[in-house]
């Protein structure tokens, strides 16, 4: 069983940056893949950035590209997303997930692919 902890969460201007944590549990964070994923009131989850295991290999949604950044730190079992320029229109609760057995390069962007979850952290962008 992995546990997964999100935390950086809150309210912000737009315009603003924030930064979202994950930790995981587990002694192979290194071999999972991860992602962040957004569900707003009303809406469907959606996938936001994906990372590969080694941490070389990244996806965005075309939304947030140019200006979120996902990275992850192997050594502290966690994972971050850096969201910069924020809009209004990314207010949404963030969920950070976990693949446990993952293909080395490969990153994931359905919420299908992953097996653990985080209980979500809110993110609130006011115009």
């Known amino acids: 069983q992995v546990q997964v902890v999100e935390s950086g969460g809150g309210l912000v201007q737009a315009g603003g940056s924030l930064r979202l944590s994950c930790e995981a549990s587990g002694r192979t964070f290194g071999s999972y893949a991860m992602g962040w994923f957004r569900q707003a009131p009303g809406k469907e989850r959606e996938s936001v950035a994906a990372i590969a295991r080694t941490g070389g290999f990244t996806d965005y949604a075309d939304s947030v590209k140019g200006r979120f950044t996902i990275s992850r730190d192997n050594a502290k079992n966690t994972l971050y997303l850096q969201m910069n320029s924020l809009k209004p229109e990314d207010t949404a609760v963030y969920f950070c997930?976990?693949?446990?057995?993952?293909?080395?390069?490969?990153?994931?962007?359905?919420?299908?692919?992953?097996?653990?979850w985080g209980q979500g952290t809110q993110v609130t962008v006011s115009s």
């Open positions: 997930a976990v693949r446990d057995r993952a293909n080395y390069y490969a990153t994931y962007r359905q919420a299908y692919d992953y097996n653990y």
